[in-house]
């Protein structure tokens, strides 16, 4: 019985466990299906379980790319070359990414190894990589060596000199510069760092100490931390504090730091000694004249000490004043007077983005990022304000790192944010939209829709597409003894640019081949389509979908030229005001009225009318954001009836859906 039982568990696991999906392939399930946003967390799931799958890591890395996250493949195909040093096309791709991330230095050594590949193919890519990448930094070394002979005190002449040394592998010319560069500019401490990296580079990890030491007590807490970051995990002996010494004589933290060493091991002359320097070189330094005071009492010398502590009184530091006045034998000082506690950066972030100084609330939210670099709330105010001032490359990054935060609601608004960005931050992006309603003019049903790629071209204010277009619908004529057509009937493409938005208005031209599904038209069943135009739209108040009820105001423009419409320039006008009811158990409605004009250049009677009315739009939460139903009631009136066949004013009830996404 007992094992029975036992085998009915063993086959309840085994079936659960063969039913649980596998993260890789539902992975590959989404890639195929190009949900790159589903796909990535996969990869990141199954490569927890499994983080030795090369393969695996690279296919990641390719999804990276597609979707335009240069940073983020380089580092899984370093991940896959490291799992498998052997695999040569994943070092090329990690080759190109490196050039293109500047990361130079790395990309010339993989193409320079790669040139010796036995793929021939290999072979020549990595042959022309290698020889981009050194033509210029040779030329460049030159050019700055040049300079530097002619005025050996150019600071900027030796730090480039330095980079595109370093870039090029020569250690011994880029140590050269990077230290002479820091002696012309004693204050910039990462060229320390610098320093102590190119020297571990050339296998000098004993002349890298020094400099690395010495940046890591420095004033600058960046260098500091990164040269920490090279160092020892041990903590340094006294001689090596003095080579840095040595090395950066003026470093007052390095010399405190190892003033209280000595003191710990019971050198209090030597520690004496550095103290005394210190309060030579740095007078307003209270806390070492405070120490050595207090050592040159300690052993009698009351004469030289009183001045020394004395000069210690000035500080603001409450504990060290109380140490120097018990020594001197002066009274306690009165408490001082109790102030109100100061707001931290992060409150008055909150206080300026409330008030709309944006500026001042992106200063205080970076402080308090230093102060605390896991605060997500922070991260998030950081996107937010980056977005307002229309900075959304550095917004995206912000609400990318606010995607990470364990707070679930906080997480699901960066994530939205994010994704609200990056299509237009990305390098290709697919948009596509529907709109099909049905007309009781008409008593027919129109669909329009389209389907556009787009590139991004840097930061040039335009982008080229290509495009597909849908115009139709169900009846195709208005019968009778002359019948109309009702629609283009037409699948059309074409391929144009567009500039980006400016206060809500873009302008767009195309050029494209119009293919009518439909058979019997005079004009033939292709024809060349030419259209372009300006579009415009803004909204105020409380939009649909939006966090709270109130009053919505919308107006949307378009003028378009069409070609096939002898050359017609018609201009379309939609204005919306109405009202936004709070949600009703995920039902998200607007009540509004219409009022809507059209108009053309050549006076044609069915480009020209004017229609108002009230109109109903609604959705529900649980549906895509973008997919909204309308019902609207309008009564219509021509402008111009000359050759107008039908009746100058009419009644229609148009009922439909507009859906749209992009990627």
Not at 103 to 121: G, W
Not at 161 to 168: D, I, K
Not at 199 to 223: C, I, M, V, Y
Not at 267 to 279: H, S, V
Request: glycine letters at 6%; proline letters at 6%; one cysteine or more.
């Amino acid at each position: 019985m007992a094992r029975a039982a036992m085998l009915a568990a063993l086959c309840v696991a085994g079936l659960a466990h063969a039913q649980a999906p596998d993260p890789a392939a539902r992975a590959y399930e989404a890639l195929r299906a190009r949900d790159y946003d589903a796909a990535v967390p996969l990869f990141l799931q199954a490569l927890r379980d499994a983080p030795a799958r090369a393969a695996l890591r690279k296919d990641l890395a390719y999804t990276y790319l597609k979707m335009g996250e240069t940073e983020a493949a380089r580092d899984e195909f370093a991940e896959v070359l490291r799992l498998d040093p052997s695999d040569e096309n994943a070092a090329l791709e990690y080759a190109f990414l490196c050039h293109e991330t500047r990361k130079t230095a790395e990309a010339r050594r993989l193409f320079e190894r790669l040139r010796n590949s036995p793929d021939a193919a290999i072979r020549a890519k990595a042959a022309e990589g290698f020889e981009n990448i050194d033509r210029p930094l040779a030329e460049g070394i030159q050019r700055w060596s040049e300079v530097v002979a002619a005025e050996p005190g150019n600071f900027s002449a030796r730090l480039e000199l330095a980079r595109l040394a370093e870039q090029r592998g020569l250690l011994r010319l880029a140590a050269e510069n990077y230290l002479n560069a820091w002696r012309l500019r004693p204050d910039e401490r990462s060229l320390l760092v610098d320093l102590g990296r190119v020297l571990q580079l050339d296998g000098r990890d004993e002349e890298a100490f020094a400099p690395l030491l010495a940046a890591s007590r420095g004033s600058r807490p960046r260098a500091a931390e990164e040269a920490r970051e090279m160092l020892p995990l041990r903590y340094p002996y006294v001689s090596e504090f003095r080579q840095a010494l040595a090395f950066d004589p003026q470093n007052i933290e390095l010399r405190r730091e190892l003033g209280y060493l000595l003191l710990e091991m019971g050198w209090r002359e030597e520690a004496e000694a550095e103290f005394k320097i210190i309060t030579e070189q740095a007078p307003k330094d209270y806390l070492a004249a405070a120490q050595l005071g207090l050592l040159l009492l300690d052993r009698g010398d009351r004469e030289a000490a009183v001045p020394l502590l004395q000069r210690a009184l000035e500080t603001t530091d409450e504990k060290l004043r109380k140490t120097v006045r018990t020594a001197l034998g002066l009274p306690p000082e009165p408490p001082p007077p109790r102030r109100e506690p100061q707001p931290g950066p992060r409150e008055m972030g909150e206080r300026s983005f409330r008030a709309g100084y944006l500026k001042d609330a992106l200063k205080y939210y970076s402080a308090a990022l230093e102060a605390d670099p896991v605060d997500f709330p922070v991260m998030m105010r950081l996107g937010q304000v980056h977005n307002l001032l229309r900075q959304d490359e550095h917004a995206i990054h912000w609400f990318d790192l606010a995607r990470q935060s364990p707070d679930p609601a906080l997480a699901a608004e960066a994530r939205k944010a994010y994704r609200n960005l990056r299509p237009g931050l990305a390098r290709f992006r697919t948009t596509a939209w529907l709109f099909p309603f049905y007309s009781t003019r008409w008593k027919d049903v129109f669909s329009y829709g389209q389907v556009k790629t787009d590139l991004r071209l840097g930061k040039l204010p335009f982008r080229p597409y290509v495009s597909l277009r849908f115009i139709g619908d169900t009846r195709g004529t208005t019968g009778g003894a002359l019948p109309q057509y009702l629609s283009e009937s037409s699948f059309i493409l074409g391929a144009g640019i567009a500039t980006a938005s400016f206060h809500g208005a873009s302008l767009w031209a195309e050029a494209g081949q119009a293919i009518s599904y439909l058979g019997g038209r005079s004009e033939g069943r292709m024809l060349p389509d030419y259209r372009g135009g300006i579009a415009f739209s803004r909204a105020k108040g409380q939009l649909l979908g939006g966090e709270a009820p109130g009053w919505f105001a919308e107006t949307t423009a378009d003028g378009v030229f069409i070609s096939r419409f002898n050359n017609d320039f018609i201009v379309y006008l939609q204005n919306r005001i109405g009202y936004t009811p709070p949600s009703l158990s995920g039902l998200q409605t607007q009540l509004y009225a219409n009022a809507n004009f059209t108009t053309d250049v050549k006076r044609e009677y069915w480009a020209n009318f004017v229609e108002f009315g009230p109109g109903l739009r609604f959705r529900w939460e649980a549906l895509p954001p973008s997919l909204v139903f309308s019902v609207n009631l309008l009564r219509g009136v021509y402008t111009n009836n000359a050759g107008n066949p039908r009746d100058p004013n009419f009644f229609e009830l148009r009922a439909g859906f507009w859906y749209a996404f992009s990627r």
